[in-house]
């Protein structure tokens, strides 16, 4: 049965119309590489996948660092590597004997994919065959048809007719608030849109900065005015939605923040969705391939697909690698193509990265048993510390500056690669210990791991996640 179509969708075929008579409606091209074989195999008969953990896995949770510059670090803080008077100790990494391994926890690699060999052997066979591939714009000359592959597995994982590569996920954020809020002068008969006529765009306030930014240049352009909500609080957010008389509407947040580790509220969000009409947008950018059942995300975990009209996403998380996406409908594919700036004016990824990619949106949808571990590894913290966590992403607040320095430096001391969050990345008095916990981290990890903090974090202490902590847009 066809749905009802909203407002939405009535203003994107206005747009659409309006760029198809001004000649400005920008198409992709897939250009097929010249090789001797299908380089994108069509049964994925060429992709080996395991079924548990292998030893070769290991190296995606474990880094080296200098003996020397150990010392140093545990001894003047995490500081220390930015210091220009500190030189680069370049002359021990070669001596296996004198090098510091440590177990990461900071990393945002949660399948652990980034040592698999399956991937490792595809970027070898697509060198091969192409080495970088064609270097241009994908309007352009510069999308084949391993970038075609990427995006039609990416649309079915996430359950939308269509996907749009991007070069980073910050890109595919920026790309996406410019080009709705090119909406608005598209449909205002060629003059400066008014203030009723802007797209109002609503955003949680702890939204990652590539929203922000996103944002801010859409306003500047004069396309959008934006309306902070408090973190995941939907009164506030029907409060402003309902006393707003900006008729083209827009609600973007981040599905996982990566900051604190707690979920948006999908069920609510739906809910206000259908009551207020706006347009559904969600960075899904920690979630995907790592929640819901098949990997598809945060709206999976929720079974509130049909409600996110947009969903936007990182390639640099849990598929172990580089990129962006938007996935959409094709109307909405197709207007973002024709004024996704940061899409437009980008160099594509190169060839071999998307093989890679390829190979891991297929691994990570069978190789079942990664997301499957990284839930017992968040029951393994909560029975040991008896702290409520809902993600693989956990953050323990201390407050200062100095206390998180102090906190990491013990980590660190302890055999952990644990990294202080300060400002500019969360607000001053909300420093913290960010953990991520991966697929390859195990039960053994798990228990070393909370007897090194237990000694420098009273967990008693340790207030909600959930607490009036916030950062400004």
């Given at each position: 049965m066809e749905m009802e179509k909203s407002p939405w969708d009535f203003w994107l075929e206005e747009a659409l119309a309006k760029l198809e008579s001004l000649n400005l409606l920008r198409p992709i091209r897939p250009i097929h590489l010249s090789t001797p074989q299908n380089p994108v195999p069509d049964d994925h008969e060429e992709y080996e996948v395991y079924?548990?953990?292998?030893?070769?896995?290991?190296?995606?949770?474990?880094?080296?660092?200098?003996?020397?510059?150990?010392?140093?670090?545990?001894?003047?803080?995490d500081e220390v590597v930015w210091r220009d008077d500190v030189p680069i100790d370049t002359?021990?990494?070669?001596?296996?004997?004198?090098?510091k391994k440590l177990l990461h926890f900071a990393g945002n690699d949660f399948l652990g994919?980034?040592?698999?060999?399956?991937?490792?052997?595809?970027?070898?066979?697509?060198?091969?065959?192409?080495?970088?591939?064609?270097?241009?714009?994908?309007?352009?000359?510069?999308?084949?048809?391993?970038?075609?592959?990427?995006?039609?597995?990416?649309?079915?994982?996430?359950?939308?007719e269509e996907c749009l590569l991007c070069t980073t996920g910050y890109s595919a954020n920026t790309a996406l608030m410019v080009a709705l809020g090119s909406v608005a002068p598209?449909?205002?008969?060629?003059?400066?849109?008014?203030?009723?006529?802007?797209?109002?765009?609503?955003?949680?306030v702890l939204n990652h900065a590539s929203i922000v930014e996103g944002i801010h240049l859409a306003e500047r352009y004069g396309q959008a005015?934006?309306?902070?909500?408090?973190?995941?609080?939907?009164?506030?957010?029907?409060?402003?939605?309902?006393?707003?008389?900006?008729?083209k509407k827009v609600v973007v947040t981040d599905s996982l923040f990566s900051m604190n580790g707690d979920f948006a509220p999908m069920l609510e969000l739906a809910k206000l969705r259908k009551k207020h009409?706006?347009?559904?947008?969600?960075?899904?950018?920690?979630?995907?391939?790592?929640c819901g059942e098949t990997g598809g995300g945060v709206a999976e975990k929720f079974n509130c697909e049909k409600d996110v009209d947009i969903c936007t996403g990182s390639l640099s998380k849990a598929a172990a690698n580089i990129g962006g996406f938007i996935?959409?409908?094709?109307?909405?594919?197709?207007?973002?193509?024709?004024?996704?700036?940061?899409?437009?004016?980008?160099?594509?990824?190169?060839?071999?990265?998307?093989?890679?990619?390829?190979a891991a949106v297929y691994i990570a949808r069978k190789e079942t048993?990664?997301?499957?571990?990284?839930?017992?590894?968040?029951?393994?913290?909560?029975?040991?510390?008896?702290?409520?966590?809902?993600?693989?992403?956990?953050?323990?607040?201390?407050?200062?500056?100095?206390?998180?320095?102090?906190?990491?430096?013990?980590?660190?001391?302890?055999?952990?690669?644990?990294?202080?969050?300060?400002?500019?990345?969360?607000?001053?008095?909300?420093?913290?210990?960010?953990?991520?916990?991966?697929?390859?981290?195990?039960?053994?990890?798990?228990?070393?791991?909370?007897?090194?903090?237990?000694?420098?974090?009273?967990?008693?202490?340790?207030s909600s996640r959930h607490s009036n902590l916030s950062a400004k847009l």
């Open positions: 079924h548990q953990l292998q030893p070769w896995n290991r190296p995606s949770v474990e880094v080296s660092i200098s003996e020397s510059f150990f010392q140093r670090w545990v001894q003047g803080g002359q021990d990494n070669s001596n296996q004997q004198q090098l994919l980034s040592s698999h060999p399956t991937i490792a052997k595809a970027v070898a066979k697509a060198v091969k065959e192409h080495g970088m591939g064609p270097r241009g714009s994908p309007t352009i000359c510069g999308y084949t048809n391993y970038h075609r592959s990427l995006e039609s597995s990416l649309a079915d994982l996430l359950k939308k598209l449909l205002a008969a060629g003059k400066k849109p008014s203030k009723e006529e802007k797209i109002a765009i609503f955003s949680d005015q934006l309306f902070v909500y408090r973190h995941c609080d939907m009164s506030h957010l029907n409060e402003l939605l309902t006393s707003c008389k900006m008729k009409g706006f347009l559904l947008v969600i960075d899904d950018a920690h979630g995907t391939f790592v996935a959409s409908s094709k109307k909405w594919k197709q207007f973002l193509q024709s004024k996704g700036r940061s899409f437009i004016f980008s160099t594509t990824t190169p060839v071999p990265f998307i093989a890679a990619l390829n048993w990664r997301r499957r571990a990284i839930q017992d590894r968040m029951r393994d913290f909560h029975d040991l510390t008896g702290i409520p966590i809902t993600s693989h992403i956990i953050s323990i607040f201390v407050g200062t500056e100095e206390k998180a320095v102090e906190a990491s430096r013990y980590m660190v001391k302890s055999g952990f690669y644990v990294t202080p969050i300060r400002p500019p990345g969360v607000a001053p008095g909300a420093c913290r210990l960010r953990l991520t916990l991966c697929a390859v981290h195990t039960r053994d990890d798990m228990e070393r791991l909370v007897t090194a903090l237990s000694h420098c974090i009273n967990f008693k202490d340790i």
